[in-house]
């Protein structure tokens, strides 16, 4: 039985901060979602490559910096509509399909980012 991480067969964490720099290159040009992130975001792109990292198998650093991801609670104070979640997957979908993976590793991440967006709508 394989027991490679999807982190490791994916790359490892230059993967994660690739697919985030992608993803935020989107959100920046948003209007839905730019008015939602600090005007520096180095921070945001840290704290979800982190996560994404720690999520499939990489280090801890995420939980170790902030704890819990507590994914719902730090979301909450924004408003997180059908709108605002489209414009998430829409930005994230096109990261992703930028990213050179295989097949099952793609549709892993899709179907997580996909489950992750739609449990993040909060109006």
Do not use: C
């Not at 994916?10 to 994660?16: K, P, T």
């Not at 170790?64 to 994914?71: I, M, Y």
Request: a negative charge; zero cysteines; charged letters at 30%.
């Amino acid at each position: 039985m394989d027991d490679t991480t999807l982190y490791d067969r994916v790359g490892g964490g230059a993967f994660f901060a690739e697919l985030v720099e992608r993803f935020y290159a989107g959100v920046e040009a948003d209007e839905v979602l730019r008015a939602m992130y600090p005007e520096d975001l180095d921070e945001p792109k840290r704290h979800l490559a982190a996560f994404l990292s720690q999520y499939w198998g990489g280090p801890r650093d995420y939980e170790l910096e902030r704890g819990h991801p507590r994914l719902r609670m730090r979301h909450a104070p924004f408003v997180i509509d059908a709108a605002a979640r489209d414009a998430w997957l829409t930005h994230m979908s096109a990261a992703l399909s930028s990213m050179t993976l295989g097949a099952e590793d793609r549709a892993e991440l899709v179907a997580y980012l996909d489950m992750a967006a739609h449990q993040l709508r909060n109006t």
